[in-house]
């Protein structure tokens, strides 16, 4: 069973950068699809980014789309997510999740082995 360690979190202030990874152990996630969530307090949790297996696509939210970027390197067993330009809207818990064989999707009923994830705190 693969573990998922989420880090990278923290406090910035408005159109700050933060770089989150997520390190899988256990077992090889580089034949899965891997994505980044969120839940902000008293909200349901929201789809952030996805990649696919081969990292060769990459899915965002529309409210993350041009200043987030996914990216993976499978023979670190790792999936960054870079977000720059934040904003307050942006602060949320942020989970890491395995996702589907092959291809990557913005649905959570498809993510599993979800980690413990990372604050992220932005500061207007």
């Known amino acids: 069973q693969v573990q998922l360690v989420e880090s990278g979190g923290g406090v910035v202030q408005a159109g700050g950068s933060l770089r989150l990874s997520c390190a899988a152990s256990?077992?090889?996630?580089?034949?899965?699809?891997m994505g980044w969530f969120r839940q902000a307090p008293g909200k349901e949790r929201e789809f952030v980014a996805a990649?696919?297996?081969?990292?060769?696509?990459?899915y965002y939210s529309d409210s993350v789309k041009g200043r987030f970027t996914i990216s993976r390197d499978n023979a670190k067993n790792t999936v960054p997510l870079q977000m720059n330009s934040l904003k307050p809207e942006d602060t949320a818990v942020y989970y890491c999740a395995v996702g589907p064989r092959g291809g990557a999707t913005t649905f959570g009923g498809d993510y599993n082995s979800w980690g413990q994830g990372t604050q992220v705190t932005v500061s207007s």
């Open positions: 990649i696919s297996s081969s990292g060769g696509r990459t």
């Open positions: 256990g077992r090889t996630v580089r034949w899965y699809a």
